[in-house]
């Protein structure tokens, strides 16, 4: 693990460096643009983390607040979807440059996104996934569900769920 990456939450000034970093890390087809980042910053700015390596950002996880177990396509695109006082943390997107990853960033960005909504009071956390990290995420605590609903970016998506009360051994149905 890179022991100099630091975690923080993102302001309105880190809008072009997480733009850049999505459309690296995503295909165009799925990558968040910079409006839509605009508008999750305005509203869930607090939702974000950045890992920070000497002074540059290097990753991000971000996500809205809702209150179902599983994320809608409408969700990625309007970020009125989020509620602060929702149950369930989303997340939208881990992202780690290319020449960082291996060295347990987004694992270090995971445990800030899970530590937060445990803080907060929320039942759990939700994602979808691509097929081949779903195990990655079954590492980071998360059980799957099934295939998704979502066609985002024209992509099959698996949905994944970390209910904290599995945790503690009281798996909720």
């Known amino acids: ?87 369930w943390q989303v997340v939208y997107g881990i992202n780690v440059l290319p020449q960082f990853r291996g060295q347990g960033i987004g694992h270090k960005l995971m445990h800030a996104l899970i530590a937060a909504a445990r803080s907060q009071g929320r039942q759990g956390c939700v994602l979808t996934c691509k097929d081949h990290m779903i195990g990655w995420y079954e590492k980071q605590g998360f059980r799957l569900l099934g295939r998704s609903a979502s066609v985002h970016g024209g992509m099959v998506w698996n949905d994944m769920v970390l209910e904290f009360s599995e945790q503690n051994g009281n798996r909720q149905k």
């Not at 910079?34 to 999750?40: I, L, N, T, V």
């Not at 509203?43 to 209150?67: M, Q």
């Not at 409408?74 to 009125?80: G, I, K, L, N, Q």
């Open 1 to 87: 693990m890179n022991k100099s990456c630091t975690i923080r939450t993102a302001t309105p000034a880190d809008l072009e460096t997480i733009s850049s970093i999505e459309s690296i890390c995503f295909a165009p087809a799925e990558a968040a643009d910079q409006s839509r980042f605009k508008d999750r910053l305005e509203r869930f700015a607090d939702h974000f983390w950045l890992c920070e390596t000497e002074g540059k950002v290097v990753g991000f996880i971000d996500g809205a607040v809702i209150n179902t177990r599983t994320i809608s396509d409408e969700m990625y695109a309007d970020a009125s979807y989020h509620d602060p006082k929702g149950m």
